[in-house]
């Protein structure tokens, strides 16, 4: 029997006129508190081994956050026995909370700047959840149960069918009326009971996007996942005790292709949820994934299954614009490879949960980076350089038929550096922001976005739940699971859960047919076509090594990059500067 520890603690940070994180808006600040926003955490312990799985309402984690809280759990709470390799800190993805804890630059641009007292905040909440939940240790098992969605039921949606349905295991073409079906509609559920038969706790895994409120919306929101697991531990108090601390964690699946907005607006050419208050659709949207929850959660003693075992755990980083890929994931063509990070500028235009730049300029400035990008390549055909033919041919051979609008390993926009770029700073506030932070020296440090990425796994008895530093989409993921099970199934492991938003961040995971279409998501695959192979290929070589005796596996990948903190770009020495 396992040793479990649950705990949920508060770690609502208000600060006014910071940005939120997640929309990409200069417009989308903090100007009040609507609900607020925890970390749970959920320790396991067996055979001497232990790991902690943190869910946190935020957007996601960063490298910067984990390595600081892994750094200070270390420090001060040695005991524990913590490592990179056993905490697994994921971010539910609500899109309505406090930025600016990232070291690098893109995702810090619009808070703007990176914020150290949201940092901390963040940091110690979530150790505070950690030892919180080390004190509440005690003899537990675990039930693992699933359960699917009714048809009817309006939960989930796919906001990307074109591209979903390029995947040849698409065998049916999903339309627009049938889109709620073209997701996972199936949720997993670890239900936590001490020997008795007394309920401990629950985390669930469901796939759908954090965002039914909008970036027309400025105060602190937990959004849908927030309202389930609020439901869910009102519940679990009415239910099973009063006096005692229920802890359900709401984690993604997942989400790269999933909305829970259904309900079209034509004057914003947008998607909404059930009611035209975005609160009280969040609301309704948590309510459908607590009532899913609640139900499996009381079916699991019956019918779910007992998870026994030992507990393993691996992570490495690996360089992802750095990956030959395998024949066998390329359907045989060779010497495919992945690239730097970059945004495409159909990820800038938007998606339908929140749109970017108008579409009548999306539409131009694709027009013409592509036009740019067959004269630099047929310049590099004529060119004698062989370096300089080879690189631009690589460059463009991972990265199309993306029309690059900014090269995030380099720091480039438009294939320039953003001081020397004709666009007049009135334009738009971003690039008044993206100017200055030139102009100051801190956009010089690049990357500008996470490229060595942390892939980890852990294992629980015959369950392996996979860290994801990433948000990937539903034929991908299904992908994904079914590379890592063929594997793990060496082992006795016979559920495969992933866990997006995972100890880091770096964009999308579409498949190889679904980037070429170029959706809202294909375009923020930072890494190219071949991203999805390359997460494939290094969850593989993980999986190999969790098969071999630990005192017998290899350290895989490179070593993580933290910044020097007079290398992180922290907002603007003028206030006047930021547009409010």
Not at 47 to 75: N, S
Not at 164 to 186: G, S, T
Not at 212 to 241: H, I, L, P, T
Not at 351 to 380: F, K, M, V
Request: charged fraction near 25%.
């Amino acid at each position: 029997m396992y040793q479990i520890g649950s705990s949920k603690v508060k770690i609502t940070i208000y600060k006014e006129h910071v940005g939120m994180l997640g929309y990409g808006r200069h417009f989308h600040y903090m100007r009040g508190v609507e609900t607020e926003r925890y970390a749970r955490a959920f320790v396991f312990e067996n055979q001497g081994k232990k790991c902690v799985f943190v869910v946190v309402d935020y957007c996601f984690t960063t490298i910067y956050l984990k390595h600081g809280i892994v750094q200070k759990l270390q420090a001060e709470y040695p005991q524990f026995g913590y490592s990179d390799a056993n905490v697994m800190i994921t971010g539910q993805h609500t899109h309505s909370t406090a930025g600016g804890y990232t070291q690098h630059l893109i995702y810090n641009m619009t808070t703007p700047g990176f914020q150290w007292d949201v940092y901390e905040h963040y940091r110690d909440g979530i150790i505070a959840a950690i030892v919180e939940a080390e004190k509440n240790l005690k003899k537990a098992k675990i039930t693992l149960h699933k359960a699917e969605f009714d048809k009817d039921v309006e939960v989930a949606f796919n906001r990307s069918i074109n591209a979903y349905n390029q995947n040849p295991e698409v065998k049916e073409k999903a339309v627009y009326k049938k889109r709620h079906l073209a997701v996972d509609r199936v949720m997993k559920l670890l239900r936590f009971d001490s020997p008795d038969g007394h309920p401990i706790a629950s985390l669930n895994w469901f796939g759908v996007h954090t965002t039914s409120v909008s970036n027309r919306c400025d105060k602190v929101c937990y959004d849908n996942k927030g309202y389930a697991a609020e439901f869910m531990e009102e519940w679990m108090q009415e239910e099973y005790g009063h006096d005692e601390k229920w802890s359900a964690g709401f984690a993604q699946d997942a989400t790269g292709d999933v909305s829970p907005n259904f309900v079209w607006m034509s004057k914003l050419r947008e998607y909404r949820g059930k009611y035209k208050d975005d609160y009280e659709s969040a609301a309704y949207n948590g309510r459908l994934q607590f009532s899913k929850a609640k139900e499996i959660f009381e079916d699991a003693p019956s019918n779910g299954t007992e998870i026994k075992g030992g507990i393993d755990y691996i992570l490495a980083y690996y360089d992802m614009t750095n990956f030959d890929i395998s024949e066998e994931f390329t359907n045989g063509l060779p010497h495919q490879r992945t690239g730097d990070a970059c945004m495409g500028m159909a990820f800038l235009v938007g998606t339908t949960d929140g749109q970017g730049t108008p579409r009548a300029i999306g539409a131009l400035a694709t027009a013409y980076l592509n036009s740019s990008r067959e004269i630099e390549i047929l310049s590099a055909r004529l060119s004698r350089n062989k370096k300089r033919k080879e690189d631009v041919l690589n460059f463009y051979n991972a990265q199309r038929p993306k029309a690059v609008a900014m090269n995030l390993s380099k720091g480039l926009i438009a294939g320039s550096n953003p001081q020397k770029l004709p666009i007049p700073s009135f334009i738009d506030p971003l690039v008044k922001y993206m100017k200055h932070v030139m102009k100051k020296g801190k956009g010089v440090k690049t990357p500008w976005v996470e490229e060595r990425m942390p892939l980890q796994i852990f294992i629980l008895g015959q369950l392996a739940i996979i860290g994801i530093p990433a948000e990937i989409t539903t034929i991908a993921a299904e992908r994904l699971r079914n590379t890592i099970l063929e594997r793990l199934k060496n082992r006795g492991v016979t559920e495969i859960i992933l866990s997006p938003y995972a100890n880091g961040y770096a964009g999308y995971i579409t498949t190889p047919e679904e980037y070429k279409t170029q959706s809202y998501e294909a375009g923020h695959t930072l890494f190219g076509r071949w991203t999805l192979p390359a997460y494939q290929m290094g969850f593989t070589e993980l999986a190999n090594e969790l098969l071999k005796d630990p005192t017998e596996r290899r350290y895989l990948g490179v070593e993580s990059v933290i910044f020097e903190k007079d290398e992180i770009w922290d907002g603007f020495e003028d206030p006047k500067i930021r547009v409010y």
